[in-house]
């Protein structure tokens, strides 16, 4: 593909030797059938870096899924989507590609999906053998059974557990099906969306540590995950998401440790963990169809005021009319 | 009182997942009980739960011998129980909106089906998602009436197996505080299956784990 002529946002019109990802602006939103428009995404920006993992987390529902659908083509057909999405060196716009060169170019070869369910992601009719030795045939050209036996063992699944159908694995062994066909390709960026979902500890550990492993060299992992432990272990950069848009974006060390969150949603959310306070945030996210005009989550927040009925700018890394930060 | 007696169960007489576990649940007691993954902890909650016929070894719901599993359990020992399931997608029917997914166990016993909107309060659904189906809400959301629908014929014990693992924090939070509340005001039992050894001990009053069970 050829660049985009123009997605009319944004800085980033090129991509750079040193960017895997380059989201700007991207927007997407779905048309109801009473021609209402459900706003999943909003103005999400961001870049990802060779080697670098980004974690996007927030609570189910707040577009975190949408985001990755989106940057796959993977959209149903009443949504629409805006801004930009330049992958790799040549700057290929997934936003812009059509579905022949998503098919045939990105998908498990530019980029790898480790999906949310991998019950459902799964080929019910088949063994994870034989969906594993399709899925190498195509991205490596390589027959026979060493190329399976490797690619089950990267995810760590037993090989005496490929002649299996999905409906005979556990949660967490189909999910390391799902993560080893993901695995095959090689792909510059990895996309996980919620890849430790009903895994234990160990496994999530293992789990993540593999796809961090993967980010050697010139990949780049964007992990969407509710899972704050999994995000802290690896992750070098926190995104925080909330009613479809970024919220915070920051180093993950600092997050995590001190001086902590600094939006107000970031802080209940990791206040909520069991070795925290273990206190919900009061009330559930805004309707994706009924956002209100200002800041999303001056509903549930503590310090909302009359300031709060404008939407705050993503200012160095976050977005709160509360909080101070260093202009740069 | 919930006993479980020498119970092995499983998928497959010759290589049962369960073998020899036992696990009392006193009355109005928290047991949490946590295992890897595919340890066959998820079996050994749905035995308890009368979900699951063990291939050996007994239920036993105060004092009374359970005899029936799933359909041919007696209705009074079936209905002892709510139970919460780890993917709300799929122990939710596509084609109930919320507040009928939450009646479903009133009206298939044959009661009053006007709490819902009160049973929906309780775990943090507004009104104006009852009229929705599955695919229209998150999974939080759903999770939530699921929730819901476990409590409505007031279960004696709720079994939530992996209740939490699809959730985020602040959602995990407020649905353990959510089966807190109504075990404080019902007395209710509560075995509670998952693998987050951190969050099973903040929220249970005892947690097992699954090597201790299976190594007596």
């Not at chain 1, 796809?211 to 992992?221: E, G, I, K, P, Q």
Request: contains cysteine; hydrophobic residues 40%; proline residues 6%.
């Amino acid at each position: 593909m050829t660049p985009p002529t123009d997605s009319g946002s944004g800085p980033a019109g090129t991509v750079d030797g040193g960017t895997v990802l380059s989201v700007r602006d991207l927007s997407v939103r779905f048309r109801m059938r009473d021609g209402s428009y459900v706003r999943a995404v909003t103005e999400v920006s961001f870049d990802l870096a060779p080697g670098e993992c980004l974690a996007l987390v927030g609570e189910s529902g707040c577009g975190k899924s949408v985001l990755a659908s989106a940057l796959l083509g993977l959209l149903p057909g009443n949504a629409s989507v805006a801004g930009s999405a330049l992958l790799g060196d040549d700057g290929l716009d997934l936003l812009a590609a059509d579905e022949r060169v998503l098919a045939r170019e990105v998908r498990g070869r530019r980029a790898g999906l480790v999906p949310q369910s991998p019950a459902a992601h799964l080929t019910p009719v088949r063994t994870v053998r034989s969906q594993l030795t399709e899925t190498v045939r195509e991205l490596t050209g390589a027959a026979g059974p060493a190329g399976v036996r490797a690619a089950a063992a990267r995810a760590a699944f037993p090989e005496d557990h490929l002649n299996r159908h999905p409906h005979q694995l556990s949660g967490g062994l189909a999910q390391r099906a799902a993560t080893a066909l993901a695995l095959v390709g090689d792909a510059p960026l990895l996309l996980a969306d919620e890849p430790t979902t009903g895994l234990d500890r160990d496994l999530v550990e293992r789990t993540v540590d593999e796809l961090r492993r993967h980010t050697s060299d010139h990949r780049a992992l964007l992990l969407i995950t509710h899972d704050l432990a999994a995000a802290g272990r690896i992750a070098d950069r926190v995104a925080v998401m909330y009613a479809g848009r970024l919220v915070e974006i920051t180093d993950a060390a600092g997050f995590f440790g001190a001086p902590g969150p600094r939006h107000p949603y970031a802080r209940g959310l990791l206040n909520a963990l069991p070795e925290r306070d273990f206190t919900p945030i009061p009330g559930m996210p805004p309707e994706l169809g009924a956002l209100p005009p200002g800041c999303a989550f001056a509903a549930r927040c503590d310090r909302a005021s009359g300031a709060c009925a404008a939407v705050p700018a993503l200012v160095s890394g976050v977005a709160c009319h509360h909080v101070e930060v260093a202009h740069a | 009182m919930l006993e479980l007696r020498s119970v092995t169960a499983g998928y497959d007489r010759r290589a049962p997942v369960v073998r020899d576990v036992s696990l009392t649940v006193s009355a109005g007691e928290a047991v949490g009980l946590q295992g890897p993954s595919g340890c066959g902890k998820s079996t050994l909650a749905r035995v308890a739960a009368l979900l699951h016929r063990p291939d050996s070894g007994q239920v036993v719901l105060d004092g009374e011998t359970a005899r029936g599993w799933r359909h041919r359990a007696p209705r009074a020992q079936r209905t002892a129980f709510g139970v919460v399931f780890q993917q709300p997608r799929l122990s939710a029917d596509p084609r109930l909106p919320l507040a009928e997914l939450i009646a479903e166990p009133l009206r298939s016993n044959g009661r009053p089906t006007d709490g819902v909107r009160e049973l929906a309060e309780t775990v943090g659904l507004g009104a104006d998602l009852l009229g929705r189906r599955p695919h229209e809400v998150s999974d939080g959301q759903l999770q939530r009436a699921c929730l819901a629908r476990a409590l409505a014929l007031r279960p004696r014990w709720l079994v939530c197996d992996e209740m939490t693992a699809m959730l985020d924090a602040s959602t995990t939070a407020a649905l353990v505080g959510v089966v807190e509340a109504y075990r404080r005001e019902s007395g209710a039992g509560l075995l509670a299956v998952g693998h987050d050894r951190v969050l099973l001990e903040r929220w249970c009053d005892r947690t097992v784990g699954w090597a201790e069970l299976t190594s007596r």
